[in-house]
Each structure stands twice: as C-alpha cells, then as structure tokens.
Nanobody
Framework: VQLQASGGGSVQSGGSLRLSCAAS????????ISWFRQAPGKHRELVAS???????WYRDSVKGRFTISRDNAKNTGYLQMDSLTSGDTAVYYC?????????????????WGQGTLVTVSS
C-alpha cells in the first residue's frame, strides 16, 4: 500500500494551497487520516486528523484556517490551507491507518506518505 501526497508549493503570505493524499494498493478500509508537518530544525507535529465518519481535530494554530476532508470512495484525504503565514512553512506529511485486504478489522497498518514542501513567503 502507498500514500501519495501532492499539492505543495510556494505561496505568499495570505495565500492558499490544497494538499492531497491518495492511497493505493490492497485496501479494505482507511480509518484515521492525519496531516503532520515538520519545519526546519523542529519536531514533526500533528496538524489535523479526520476519522472515517468525518470527525476532525485541528491543532490550535491552524483552527479556522485549515480544513481537513476526505473522499472515502477515492481513498483520498485533503488539507485545504487558507490564510497561510510564514509559520506554516514546512514539509507536510500525510499518515493513514489502513486495514489491508489481508487483515481483519480492527487490525490496521500505519502508513506514511512522502513529504510535500509548503513554503510561505512574507
């Protein structure tokens, strides 16, 4: 199973970006999808997560600016980022809890996507 993250880029402060995280492989179901980020010289931190039924959590610094969503039919998660600031500059990673077709729920495999760089200039 693979997670493919995309959508990063360079924007000016106040701009927007939409990240996508597409899962492929022998997937039975995807449970929690999360977005993390790691800024230079800092630890990786959880930005937002969403359960299969759509319940979302956000870290305080992105509340009201970021929106996490998912399309279960497409095995894809999204992170809409608005009103970006230089403090949002980081490599963004998606993570998903995936039950493979060879597994029995509630077994799952935690899978990371490759990072996608978001650069916000002031």
């Amino acid at each position: 199973v693979q997670l493919q993250a995309s959508g990063g880029g360079s924007v000016q402060s106040g701009g927007s970006l939409r990240l996508s995280c597409a899962a492929s492989g022998s997937i039975s179901s995807i449970h929690v999808i999360s977005w993390f980020r790691q800024a230079p010289g800092k630890h990786r931190e959880l930005v937002a997560s969403i359960t299969r039924d759509g319940s979302a959590w956000y870290r305080d610094s992105v509340k009201g600016r970021f929106t996490i969503s998912r399309d279960n039919a497409k095995n894809t998660g999204y992170l809409q980022m608005d009103s970006l600031t230089s403090g949002d500059t980081a490599v963004y990673y998606c993570h998903a809890e995936i039950t493979l077709t060879t597994m029995t729920y509630p077994q799952f495999q935690g899978t990371w996507g490759q990072g996608t760089l978001v650069t916000v200039s002031s």
